[in-house]
């Protein structure tokens, strides 16, 4: 007989909280990155008003761990769990953040004709958030081997940043003219380079979970 | 005083400093070897190998009947008195085997203390009860007798709350303070080692944190052994943590790991309430 069935509960409901908050900065990430090729202002408003959703999911996670720590006396695992809780919500926030930063930039730029199409800038998000998403799913299904192979992917995402920032920067001298927009696209990929390392933070905390031991994936 | 140097002497006290260095550099005060133990024809101990060191507060957990009491009552073989054991194995004390016929039992326990869960003062006053077991060894003189039943009852951290009344009856004590003064009992005969049976099991939350800190500041001069139902007990008062389990070791490790990342899984789901 399981002698601790109200906690487990817990534990699950735990997770499925940071589940959906997870949900929610994905969905906001998403949505920052089409208001910027659509320069869809009222979007990009949107989101930097839904925020408040996601920073008010940390604190609910938060105030849940604080109980659960303070009524279950939690050692060993169930104390990763619920600490690794505490660390990924507070990740998945900064998530959120640099979804309103890239909002911000959005709104920066206005109508301003963008002076290229916006082509690599999605496929570097698109690499950060299948990175999210491998993270997530690793927290959910406690698989330290899969926050591995995620946090491989950081280093694709940083070679791709490191390009586009110098890309980005060439057009400036033949463009002095749109310096504000062009800087702020650059901003818009540092951000999203941010996620990935974010995402890498991630899946460092599963790999605490899972085997007890501290793994810096961005050495 | 004469006891107190005498045990300095013994046990070679170590610094602050010194006690802070790794086990492998302190002394092992018991080495435990392939001990088994039956009951008649049930086995209560299974091949136990375990070694406890100087300065530390060594706890052992597992559910009941795993075979910690028993155990730890081997330690200063008081095991001995059910008529029906029987032992195999070594235990070194001081690397001498107290389970050799020839060892004496009293000096085994002029050297061991124990504290019990329920507090079992003498019927007697409070300074009766600490000036017994000296009196017993031969003490005589008033002064170094009344030197013992302070220091004794200092060491203990109830001094303060006796001293105006040393001739009352122990049983006038709260429990808390029986249990203190069958600490500070234990201490008045300078011993080496301290095993504790779940001795705050029956106190409550206030009393059971003095006894904490007081078994903190003890193992600066004493080695103890506790067993422990209360897993946060063990977690925040021992150096080294024994998971037993019918009647086996199961993992023996720094507190620290047992609590954070235990090797073995059924420790885990001992330490996390799933079992026992």
């Known amino acids: 007989m399981n002698t601790r069935s109200v906690f487990d509960e817990n534990l699950k409901q735990l997770k499925e909280n940071l589940l959906d908050m997870a949900e929610q900065a994905e969905k906001a990430i998403k949505a920052s990155l089409e208001a910027l090729i659509a320069q869809d202002l009222d979007k990009a408003q949107s989101i930097i008003l839904r925020d408040k959703l996601i920073n008010e999911q940390e604190e609910k996670i938060i105030d849940h761990a604080t109980m659960l720590i303070a009524t279950e006396a939690p050692v060993a695992t169930d104390l990763r769990k619920i600490i690794v809780a505490l660390r990924v919500s507070s990740e998945i926030e900064r998530i959120g953040d640099l979804a309103v930063n890239i909002a911000k930039s959005t709104l920066h730029i206005g109508n301003e004709k963008h002076i290229k199409e916006i082509i690599e800038i999605p496929q570097m998000m698109d690499m950060a958030l299948e990175m999210m998403r491998d993270a997530i799913t690793s927290f959910y299904t406690e698989d330290a081997g899969l926050a591995r192979k995620c946090a491989e992917k950081d280093d694709q995402v940083d070679e791709t940043y490191g390009r586009l920032i110098k890309e980005l920067m060439g057009y400036i001298p033949e463009n002095p003219a749109a310096t504000n927009q062009i800087t702020q696209l650059a901003f818009v990929c540092r951000y999203i380079e941010r996620v990935a390392d974010h995402t890498t933070n991630i899946a460092e905390n599963v790999i605490f979970l899972v085997t007890g031991k501290r793994y810096d994936l961005n050495a | 005083m004469e006891v107190f140097t005498e045990k300095k002497n013994v046990k070679g006290i170590q610094s602050d400093g010194e006690s802070k260095k790794d086990a492998s550099k302190k002394s092992i005060v018991y080495d435990t070897k392939d001990l088994n133990l039956w009951y008649g024809e049930d086995q209560a101990l299974k091949n136990i190998n375990l070694s406890v060191y100087e300065n530390e507060v060594t706890a052992i957990i597992g559910p009941s009947g795993c075979g910690k009491s028993t155990y730890i009552k081997t330690l200063n073989r008081m095991v001995e ?28 326990r002029t050297r061991v203390g124990m504290v019990f869960q329920k507090p079992n003062p003498f019927p007697k006053s409070i300074y009766e009860n600490i000036a017994y077991g000296p009196k017993i060894h031969g003490i005589r003189s008033k002064k170094v007798l009344d030197e013992i039943v302070e220091e004794s009852l200092k060491g203990a951290a109830i001094w303060d709350e006796v001293k105006d009344r040393l001739n009352e009856n122990a049983y006038g004590l709260s429990g808390g303070q029986q249990q203190r003064l069958c600490i500070a009992r234990c201490l008045a005969i300078e011993p080496d080692v301290i095993l504790m049976d779940e001795p705050t099991s029956a106190l409550d939350p206030i009393s059971t944190s003095k006894i904490e800190s007081l078994i903190q500041e003890l193992k600066k001069n004493y080695s103890i052994i506790i067993v422990t139902h209360n897993m946060q007990q063990a977690a925040r008062i021992s150096d080294k943590t024994a998971f037993f389990l019918n009647g086996e070791v199961i993992e023996y490790e720094n507190t620290n790991k047992i609590f954070s990342n235990p090797s073995d899984k059924r420790t885990e789901d001992y330490i996390t309430g799933r079992f026992g």
């Open chain 2, 81 to 108: 008195m059910v008529p029906i054991v029987r032992i195999s194995g070594e235990i070194l004390y001081r690397e001498k085997n107290i389970l050799n016929k020839s060892y004496k039992v009293e000096d085994l």
